[in-house]
């Protein structure tokens, strides 16, 4: 992930092409989210105002958002010209869930999807060391039965699903700690159709199980 110093800086061309790119080319419902300001002492502070904040310029800027998010690219271009500096946000449970794995796992289960050939859809990746996959709706609801049915305990392997009522950070909204949120594999025509959850679990239990098992051994 991109490091750098002080308070990240948005470039707000960027954020407002990228909303509307993500809603015309893919037909995603996009969200403009808070923002990122620079307090008296030169701190980074999040624009929802709240000393304690947890994701600095990354979340929804309402209590509303879920009525708020758009998939018309006029819409989305209106939003982000009232506000460019908002960050990109995608909810989550509407055209796609979110596979969540830590960044370690989830290169080493793609490298093992790729071997296999197996069909993937666009993966992204925080700040945070975290790897995102992106999946047929659905998922949350199916995958702690698939996992018991390949022989893993759910509660004991870092994989977490995002669905309704959830949201990731889009590219190239820059968060804090210094970084952006960045594709590590990018949307194009060629993963336009998402895989089903089910066609990704085993890779990715086998990486997270792996990496269970080394934190153990340690």
């Not at 750098?4 to 509307?20: K, Y």
């Not at 002492?41 to 758009?70: F, V, Y």
């Not at 006029?74 to 982000?80: D, G, H, N």
């Not at 490298?111 to 996959?133: D, H, K, S």
């Amino acid at each position: 992930m991109e490091d750098s110093i002080g308070v990240p800086r948005q470039f707000t061309g960027r954020l407002l092409d990228a909303a509307v790119r993500y809603a015309e080319e893919r037909h995603w419902d996009v969200l403009p989210g808070t923002w990122l300001e620079i307090d008296a002492s030169g701190a980074p502070r999040c624009s929802c105002g709240s000393a304690g904040c947890t994701a600095l310029g990354a979340h929804p800027a309402r209590p509303d958002w879920t009525a708020r998010g758009s998939g018309s690219a006029p819409a989305v271009r209106r939003m982000w010209q009232k506000q460019p500096e908002a960050s990109v946000l995608l909810p989550t449970g509407r055209t796609f869930d979110v596979v969540d794995v830590s960044e370690d796992a989830g290169c080493l289960a793609l490298a093992r999807m790729e071997r296999m050939n197996l069909p993937l859809g666009p993966v992204l990746g925080t700040p945070g060391r975290r790897l995102r996959f992106l999946v047929l709706p659905g998922a949350g609801s199916k995958i702690p039965e698939l996992l018991r049915g390949f022989g893993w305990l759910p509660e004991s392997l870092d994989l977490a699903v995002l669905g309704e009522g959830g949201w990731v950070v889009a590219p190239p909204t820059r968060t804090v700690p210094g970084g952006c949120a960045q594709w590590a594999r990018r949307p194009t025509p060629a993963n336009r159709w998402l895989p089903d959850a089910e066609e990704l679990l085993s890779p990715l239990a086998y990486a997270c199980g792996r990496e269970a098992a080394t934190a153990r051994a340690r």
